[in-house]
C-alpha cells in the first residue's frame, strides 16, 4: 500500500471516529426518546459495583469496564476512585493496611478519597458518590 493512501485511510478513520463524540456532544442528555419514556435520567447514571459482603471480602471492588474502585477508609466510608493513576495511567491498588492507594509502575501514593500524597502523580484521582442499598454497592456515576 502507497503511504499517501495509508495517511488518506487514517485520516478518514479519525474523521469517523470524532465524527460520533460531535454529534453526542449536539444532542440534549434530558432528552428521553420515545423507547425510554419510562426510564428516568437519573438511574442511568446509576453503577451496581458488587455486593457489600464481597467488598468486606476483598477490602475494595474494582469494575474494570468503568474504571471505578470502591473501597471502604477507615472511618468506614465507601469511597469510590477511578483507579487510573494520573501521572501514566496504570491501574492503583488499594492498601488497607496503610489506608492509601498505591501505583505500582512509580510508587506515587493516593489518600482513599483521591488526594495526591507522594508524586510523580500531578493531580488527584477523579472521584463518584457511593452510597450502599440493600446489599449492593451504587455508584452515582
Known sequence: MQRRKFIHYVRLGAIASYLSVALAACTDSETLTE????????????????????????????????????????????????????????????????????????????????????EPAPSPLPTYEAIAEQGQVIVKI
Open 35 to 118: 423507547n425510554e419514556e419510562d426510564i428516568s435520567v437519573t438511574e442511568s447514571e446509576l453503577l451496581t459495583i458488587g455486593t457489600i459482603a464481597q467488598l468486606e471480602e476483598s477490602g475494595f471492588l474494582l469494575n474494570e469496564e468503568s474504571t471505578i474502585m470502591v473501597i471502604k477508609d477507615k472511618n468506614g466510608k465507601l469511597v469510590a476512585v477511578n483507579p487510573t493513576c494520573t501521572h501514566q495511567g496504570c491501574t492503583v491498588e488499594w492498601q488497607n493496611d496503610e489506608n492509601v492507594l498505591l501505583c505500582p509502575c512509580h510508587a506515587a501514593k493516593f489518600t482513599a478519597d483521591g488526594k495526591v500524597l507522594a
